[in-house]
């Protein structure tokens, strides 16, 4: 006899998966590792160290965090999901991601412009082969070696 009168019995079944096993997008991302580690949206949104309504748009797709906010969202992930840069704009892009810094900061620790950045970025400007070299160097740098440029102000 499977059931016994006056003990409570207690059923269970797997739960479909509320989230995509291939994410395409950083929504989709976020969900999947805080669904992995068993976290609320406002545990992951802390351990991130952001608000939670932040972290709630994220994952909803309803907004995306700037270059200089995605050092979080790596570090809680553990890679970067976004596609591998092509571009040099998108090669700048990924380090100030990695770094966690702003374009003013990249370009005060180049002694640039954002404005001139920004023209060798889009192409309106060819860059100098001497700029070339600095812009070159910055993106081959190591973490520790640009850590003066987490000392620059940001805007």
Not at 95 to 113: I, P
């Amino acid at each position: 006899m499977p059931f016994s009168l006056g003990v409570p019995v207690t059923l269970k079944s797997l739960r479909k998966k509320d989230y995509s096993e291939a994410p395409k997008t950083l929504g989709e991302h976020l969900k999947k590792r805080r669904r992995e580690l068993g976290l609320l949206q406002r545990e992951a949104a802390v351990r991130m160290g952001i608000l939670t309504e932040t972290y709630l748009n994220w994952e909803k797709g309803h907004t995306e965090p700037v270059a200089a906010q995605f050092r979080p969202v790596v570090l809680f992930l553990g890679y970067d999901p976004t596609p591998a840069p092509t571009t040099l704009a998108e090669r700048l892009k990924a380090k100030r991601r990695e770094l966690g810094v702003t374009f003013y900061q990249v370009a005060q620790h180049l002694g640039w412009d954002e404005g001139t950045l920004t023209r060798y970025l889009n192409g309106t400007w060819r860059i100098p082969p001497a700029r070339t070299a600095a812009l070159d160097a910055f993106l081959a740098a190591g973490e520790s070696e640009l850590a003066v440029v987490l000392q620059l102000p940001r805007r």
